[in-house]
């Protein structure tokens, strides 16, 4: 029988602030343990949370990002249950105002090959919502310490519907929502400092069927490549069991990465009664009009849309825009140099191709990159002006520009790389080679066209390498047409 | 002026002290006495710092010496219950779960208090987590009633009444969720204020049921009372629950507000089960009030019969989630018979709390747990707006409402601590001040044929604190029971 | 509406992490019975066009601003910490789940 999985995810993203969501201890990964806490971050007996305004604004943004519909009012519950990295014993959440309903996310599926365009999906959410995170436990031999420095750490919950049915849309959805996330500057997203977790809602079912499955959570996705592998194996142990006869029980299970397999970690009767209510010591947030314009005017564009901007401003090939828009710097850099470049897309292949790999060789980032954008596009005037050739500004002047940061015009003269000849000149170097080579020009007109790089080699080494080869082939072409 | 000293209201104090006719010192150390002579009957005290209180009378002195002086309660003892934080000091909340605990930084109020010079003088009893109405609850010991020690003093914040009451100290904060100042106030015959929700920061008071505490004075004279209010009032930014607003200035209106006022009597407050003696002081100030040209309005308040369930579905079910803390982990009682870490909880929370403290977190547990939810705590937040709008719209009506305090007048200790539900229902006249966020106070207004002091509450508009302490005070101006004291010292 | 004498208590003590005596039990059950008993009075309101009250105030958007500022340092926050180690409160081994 075929099967077909359906998929749900639970994201938690670190909403990047400088302070903790309820109390003004900063905020920070890697800190000796329990040194960024206070008495509200404890839940010392007596403290009282009060809202960082900058969490709530970039969870709007959020919200918006995903063009879900954000509410005139939201407001806090307290979500209670005991575990020992919970400072309170209750975390506060959003129950049934989340500060985000709805919404949904563009996806890109993988391509046939690296330079088509895969197929894009709209992939629909349930709601986001606003919370603290809890403390983080590490477990030694025979006892549990308890570390509570991410505890009040700003979270976003994104939940999406169960709208997924594979691990590569899976996949497609958390690099897409990351991107979406970078792009808006409302987290960093480092899965390594636990600033995007996820979780998974899997079940199989017989294609054809209308009715779900029954679901497993998993739990400890917590890399891209997790989500994917995590969520293949699960799939095929639900069907494993199913085509063996088994059934499947409602649970929750976690994710070994290092075992590559999922185990089981808790059953559906052990589900939690949260005792949600209104927390009283927060207030409700009103979201006016004003306050949604202001935000509204603020997002960035999204990186699906840019995409489709830079093929049709730009002319781009898929291949480039992709690289572009993994990374909204890049795309900075990019639009800066566009902005002066006659030859936009020329732009976008130097710093693709070149800059990139340069950068990438040295262990660099953009940030770090001694080459500006405004020179990126005086490199590609000065190729398009003829003024030097293609070869000569990979090989000669931009390895020095990476090198030094100075402008490819005064590396092109102080090196003496500039085409000397004037075109006069050039034409005449032209005329007198195919004057000299009769046998190669005869057999050009013969029709074998390559032999015209015998003529090309003459007039370069002529011009010791200075010559732009466009420019000499397309006089020789017009040369030896005069002689047909 | 020693001898009389632990009567003298706190405008006495300030002006002795202003005057240099006493000094800190002198006046903290008087009072430590006192203590030391009456507090083995009262058991007022859960803790006090003798050479930390004299310190900080001493650098009052210095202050004074040199002309700079802090504030208002520059050098004047001031205690507090033990239910706020003080760094550096025990929070025990009168619970073994807290027994050693130890605050690491100020309450908001405190903050206020310092500033305004108090000397800190130490830690009251209470209820356990304020959770009762005789102080019978706290796990550390019981108060007595200065005026009958074999009585309770009220509760929960019975020993900053019976301090105040039996000259341990000239004022003190408490905090009233459901009546736990006034109530005390009247079983001992001083004055108690419960302000506005929102008026005092709730920052630093542990809490109990967040949406209903608030912290107020505990003190001799209705005077005194607006003297502390105005050194604790006012906003703060770490109380998202705190009132944006600059509170107005509370002795103007007793020297300026001299009625006559539209009083109002709800007709609710006089039913079955008010005590005869208690029934017959509140009416006489009623017609003492109406003898003063007050015009005397019967008021109906609709929905007060229900304001008892309505207070312990929010009450508790804001306490069960706000004692989850308590846990056993990071700072409170730690079983030392737990296996695991859900044992852990278990235990350390059987051990922890007391008995009153876990019938209402049960009863929370259970008005929140799923399926209940709407039933129990919606329904109960519905009708708290009922509660409300029945005062919006008496306020349309009166200046102020006159009610007594408590049924009755103080107990035997060990007299009602069998019966839950009839201590609950003796909350009846408080409650509903603290459902509807109103201020209200408390005032002597006579005694019982036992000597047992008897209060009148007066309950008045959310904000309108000043026009409360000038109805208040233009009753106690014309009347000497304030200058009525227990002589709680052993017989020599 | 709902019955009080459904009154569960072992659920309830278990998600309240309580351990109760038998008599505890027993007692908590009877006067919590008569307790909810009481509440029933308020089954008797139409509350169907009232909304509820969460805060004794209406104020919204109270919020702070991202500034961050020192907070405790390790040894302070666990100072009243009853079993500690590293800087960190110890626990029974957690069984994660």
Redesign the interface.
């Known amino acids: 029988m075929e099967y077909e999985a359906v998929i749900g995810l639970e994201v938690h993203v670190q909403v990047k602030t400088e302070s903790k969501i309820f109390s003004s201890v900063g905020v920070g990964f890697g800190a000796q343990p329990n040194s960024l806490t206070d008495p509200v971050v404890l839940g010392f007996p007596g403290v009282l949370p009060v809202i960082n305004r900058e969490a709530v604004e970039k969870s709007i943004k959020v919200g918006m990002l995903l063009n879900g519909s954000i509410p005139r009012v939201t407001k806090w519950d307290r979500k209670n249950y005991f575990y020992p990295d919970s400072p309170k014993n209750y975390q506060i959440s959003q129950f049934d105002q989340p500060i985000c309903s709805g919404g949904e996310l563009e996806i890109e599926l993988k391509g046939p090959s690296r330079n088509v365009m895969g197929e894009h999906k709209t992939i629909a959410l349930t709601r986001a919502h606003l919370e603290e995170d809890v403390g983080k436990l590490i477990h030694l031999e025979n006892e549990s310490l308890v570390d509570f420095n991410r505890a009040g750490t700003p979270l976003l919950e994104i939940v999406s519907q169960p709208d997924m049915h594979t691990p590569e849309e899976a996949y497609a959805y958390l690099t897409a929502l990351k991107m979406l996330l970078i792009y808006g500057e409302v987290s960093d997203c480092d899965m390594e400092k636990g600033q995007l977790r996820c979780d998974a809602n899997v079940s199989v079912r017989p294609v054809g069927q209308k009715e779900l499955g029954v679901k497993v959570e998993i739990k400890n996705l917590n890399s891209i490549s997790g989500v994917r592998n995590g969520l293949a194996y699960e799939i095929e142990r639900q069907i494993q069991v199913l085509e063996g006869g088994g059934t499947l029980a409602q649970e929750t299970r976690g994710w070994d990465a290092a075992k590559g397999m999922t185990y089981h970690m808790r059953s559906k009767e052990e589900s939690h009664d949260y005792r949600y209510f209104p927390d009283p010591d927060l207030m409700p947030v009103r979201i006016d009009h004003q306050w949604r314009d202001r935000l509204h005017a603020s997002l960035p564009e999204k990186p699906f849309d840019r995409q489709r901007r830079y093929f049709d401003a730009y002319g781009l090939p898929y291949t480039l825009t992709s690289v572009l828009i993994s990374d909204p710097e890049l795309c900075h850099f990019f639009e800066e140099a566009a902005k002066r470049a006659k030859r936009p897309r020329q732009a976008a292949n130097w710093i693709v191709n070149n800059l990139l790999g340069e950068l990438g060789r040295a262990g660099l980032t953009l940030s770090e990159s001694k080459v500006f954008p405004d020179q990126i596009a005086q490199l590609v005037n000065l190729i398009g002006e003829g003024v030097i050739s293609k070869n000569l500004a990979k090989e000669r002047v931009f390895p020095e520009m990476f090198k030094t940061g100075d402008n490819p015009a005064a590396i092109v003269q102080a090196r003496g790389l500039g085409q000397s000849e004037s075109a006069e000149d050039l034409e005449k170097i032209c005329s007198e080679i195919v004057q000299a080579n009769p046998d190669a020009v005869a057999e050009v007109l013969s029709g074998n066209k390559k032999a015209i790089n015998f003529l090309k080699g003459r007039v370069m080494r002529a011009t010791r390498g200075k010559a732009n080869p466009a420019l000499v082939g397309s006089l020789l072409e017009e040369l030896i047409a005069e002689k047909g | 002026m020693p001898g009389e000293i632990y009567f003298k209201t706190l405008a006495q104090l300030q002006e002795a002290l202003a005057s240099k006719s006493i000094s800190s010192v002198e006046l903290t150390r008087d009072h430590l006495d006192r203590i030391q002579a009456v507090d083995g009957r009262i058991q007022a005290f859960n803790s006090w710092d003798e050479e930390d209180c004299l310190r900080q009378a001493e650098a009052s002195d210095e202050r004074r010496a040199a002309g700079r002086i802090k504030g208002p309660l520059d050098g004047i003892p001031v205690g507090v219950k033990d239910v706020i934080a003080v760094r550096d000091q025990p929070l025990t909340c009168s619970s073994r779960m807290l027994e050693h605990f130890v605050s690491p930084y100020d309450a908001t109020v405190i903050s206020r208090l310092k500033n305004a010079g108090a000397v800190l003088l130490g830690r009251l009893n209470m209820d356990e987590f304020a959770m009762g109405s005789s102080t019978e609850n706290s796990a550390i010991k019981i108060t007595f009633n200065p005026w009958d020690t074999s009585r309770v003093a009220g509760g929960s914040s019975g020993g900053s009444a019976a301090a105040v009451a039996a000259g341990e100290l000239p004022v003190s904060l408490g905090s009233d969720t459901g009546g736990s100042i006034r109530q005390p106030a009247s079983f001992c015959g001083v004055v108690g204020l419960k302000p506005t929700y929102g008026l005092v920061s709730r920052f630093g008071l542990v809490a109990f049921a967040s949406s209903l505490d608030q912290i107020g004075p505990l003190t001799r004279t209705v005077g005194d009372a607006g003297r502390m209010l105005q050194v604790i009032a006012g906003h703060d930014p770490r109380d998202s629950t705190s009132i944006d607003t600059s509170p107005p200035d509370y002795s103007e209106g007793l020297a300026e507000k001299k009625g006559p006022w539209k009083l109002g009597v709800p007709q609710e407050y006089f039913a079955e089960g008010l005590d005869p003696e208690v029934k017959a002081a509140i009416e006489a100030a009623i017609d003492w009030y109406a003898d003063r040209g007050c015009e005397i309005v019967e008021i109906s308040l609709p929905h007060m019969h229900l304001a008892i369930s309505v207070y312990y579905i929010i009450a508790t079910a804001e306490a069960s989630s706000n004692l989850a803390r308590y846990d056993g982990v990071r700072y409170t009682h730690r079983s030392d018979r737990a296996g695991d870490v859900v044992d852990l909880y278990f235990k350390s929370r059987a051990e922890g709390f007391g008995e009153e403290v876990k019938r209402r977190i049960i009863l929370g547990t259970y008005v929140l747990s799923s399926g209940y939810y709407d039933a129990y705590y919606l329904r109960a937040q519905k009708i708290r707006s009922l509660i409300r709008q029945d005062f919006t719209k008496a306020f349309a009506k009166v200046d102020g409402l006159l009610t007594p305090t408590s049924p009755f007048v103080s107990f035997k200790a060990g007299e009602k601590t069998r019966d839950p539900l009839a201590m609950y229902l003796s909350d009846i006249y408080t409650i509903s001040a603290n459902l509807a966020g109103i201020p209200g106070i408390s005032l002597p207004c006579g005694f019982n044929s036992q000597g047992l002091p008897i209060g009148l509450q007066i309950l008045g508009e959310p904000m309108e604190e000043a026009n409360l302490l000038a109805i208040a005070h233009s009753f106690e101006r014309a009347h000497d029971f304030t200058d009525r004291h227990p002589n709680p010292a052993p017989p020599d | ?2 019955d009080p004498h459904s ?1 569960d ?1 072992d ?3 278990h ?6 005596t038998s008599q ?1 039990r027993e007692r ?1 059950s009877a ?2 019975g ?2 909810l008993q ?2 029933a ?3 008797e ?1 139409d ?1 169907s066009s ?8 209406p ?16 040894e ?8 500690k ?13």
């Open positions: 509406m709902r009154f208590i659920y309830v003590a998600l309240a992490r309580l351990e109760l505890e908590f006067q919590l008569d307790i009481h509440f009075q308020l089954d309101v509350v009232v909304e509820p009250m969460a805060h004794a105030f104020v919204e958007n109270v919020f702070r601003e991202d500034k961050s500022e020192p907070g405790l340092s390790p302070r926050a666990l100072e009243n910490t009853p079993r180690r590293k800087n960190m409160v110890q626990v029974p081994k957690v069984v994660e789940g």
